[in-house]
């Protein structure tokens, strides 16, 4: 039997990196296989059930309080004595919170009535655990639940290898059946005395390489006139704040880990485009932001030239985990990866718009040494047939077959849906390429020594000599209705597709005048704007569908680049057109706006979830703020 992975897009989703919790609407879990509450990257909860004697809950409502709180209201019906109106309600309200021994997620059940006597009744609550890795959970699978060892009374404990769950409940009485733990409080309510109870899971992993950043400086209040831009940041923020971690190696360079529940970590790509877009000029909150993620980053860079890792000197990292990842049975990446074409160039990127929004002359002078590196990597490594552009393989078998940001197995297809066959040469990749190599430059010159003058001069030879040849072998068609292609094959042949990879491309300094404003037309055109967002696959494409990962879907942050590259090359109406799109879709979404969503047009109506996307996620919480200067 096929296992597939678990769907998120009903799921109710609280975080305090490196914690997460997963519940339906009404608080339980068990009932779909992602439900839990999770430490790092390990399931220290997985089935929490919720009942009162005499009485199936039948739940009322959900809030989430903030990105790492909510509240459940459920009615205790078979404590009413009949009639129209519910008489008892139980509230649940969760919270998740960092410790000094890993992550307390803490709940209150309360208990009230409407009724002219006091009713007597217990509450119970059951939890399991199965301590199941995420990437199995992710994969369709589980390990078996554990027992649990009740001591002391009023605390249960269950351990596998180094990761331990506790709960305390004080004033309950602690039962178990199997491996089921049982919680039972007596419960005795009137109309004027509600009954209340607490309980705590704290969960810790001695193995997870990550934990709760350092607090950041205060941040500067960003404006915005329109009402929806101002709900989402706010959201956005909030969830940003509750996505940042701090590798325990560095545990004072904070980061945003890419997103919940399946990237809760670091990511290259991920954590320096997040910090990118939010960068803003004299904001210490976006600057200490950009500063932690570049340094963590620099302490992870390649030194070595490793095929199982992808590792090479000079190039930045993809994916940091406790253990090897199976992302599938054909692919598994070991904990720390460095499969990825784009991050180095996104690095020198991020330090440059640093440098450019604030970042302090010393910080900018000891990453001098990594900026060095990762030059000479892009001008030495990245281009590994010699034809002059950037292009990936993996080497192994076992690691990401496609590695820019659609790194899905189908995500770079002809027009007429064949998977080009790699290696691969991005268009974006390229356009990040030539823009890396100028500002790295620039930034050796502004502020390295005698000996960086060569390696400055050659970066902005070989950036020249890429612009030159980038228009001949990537824009199909003429410049008034052709259009950049996706990629190039290995065989150099041109991937015909029309994808949303072109937006990626303004503001990089790699297009003409005229070239721009043809991808600023073609953007904002039918087969790209969905009327919610840029759809990653044209829908004029044979391999469109519009809930396909990489091939039709919207990604909110892949429509903010647009949007950011847009305003970058002075194309203001259309990034408002684009933001608007966004706009309109984010009020659908509880402005808690999705990793990614259908490409439906949006006359067909509301926008329609990817069932399996993640939320919150880093980047496109990001997103807000480029929506927010873009109006």
Known sequence: MTQLQPLLHEQVVIVNAPAQAIAAPDGSMGDAPVQGVYQSDVRALRLRALSVTGSALEHLSVERCGAAASRHRALARGLDRGGADPRSIITTDRTLVPADDGTVLTETLTVRIAQDRPVSTTLTLELATDLSPLAMIKGGERLSDLPWTVAAGDTASVRRGQVRAVVNAPEARLETVGTRLRLHWDVSVAADIPFTASWSLTASDDDAVVQPAPALPARKRRGTPDARAAAWLEVALDDLDHLLLARRATPTQPFAAAGAPWFLTL??????????????????????????????????????????????????????????????????????????????????????????????????????????????????????????????????GRGLANQGWKDSGDSIQFADGRIAQGPIALVEVQAYAHAAALAGAELLRDFGNGDDAVLAATATTWAAALRERFAEAFWRGDTADGYPVIALDARKQQVDSLASNIGHLLGTGILDRAQSRRV????????????????????????????????????????????????????????????????????????????????????????????????????????????????
């Open 520 to 631: 600023a037309e073609l953007l904002v055109s039918p087969g790209l704007n969905s009327g919610y967002g840029v759809r990653t696959l044209a829908s004029t494409m044979a391999g469109y569908w519009p809930l396909s990962y990489h091939g039709g879907s919207v990604w909110t942050h892949d429509t903010a680049i647009a949007i950011d590259g847009l305003l970058r090359d002075g194309f203001t109406s259309q990034a408002r057109t684009l933001a608007e799109a966004l706009l309109t879709a984010a009020p659908c979404f509880g402005f808690r706006m999705p990793e990614l969503f259908s490409g439906t047009p949006a006359d067909d109506g509301a926008p329609v979830p990817y069932p399996a996307s993640c939320r919150p996620q880093a980047w496109a919480a990001a997103a807000g703020a480029v929506v927010a200067r873009a109006l």
């Open 267 to 396: 990511f290259g790509r991920d954590s320096l485009w997040t910090s990118r877009l939010l960068l803003e000029a004299a904001d210490p909150w976006s600057l200490a932001l950009a500063e932690g993620t570049l340094r963590t980053l620099a302490d992870l860079q390649g030194r070595r030239y490793d095929v199982d890792t992808a590792e090479q000197p000079g190039k930045i990292m993809h994916e940091l985990r406790r253990e090897a990842n199976a992302v599938d049975a054909d692919t598994v990446l070991p904990p720390l990866y460095y499969g990825t074409i784009d991050a180095t160039e996104l690095w020198i990127l991020t330090l440059t718009d640093a440098r450019r929004a604030g970042l302090a002359e010393p910080v900018v002078r000891e990453l001098l040494d990594p900026l060095r590196r990762a030059l000479s990597w892009l001008t030495t490594c990245a281009d590994t047939d010699g034809d002059g552009f950037i292009e990936y393989v993996d080497g192994t």
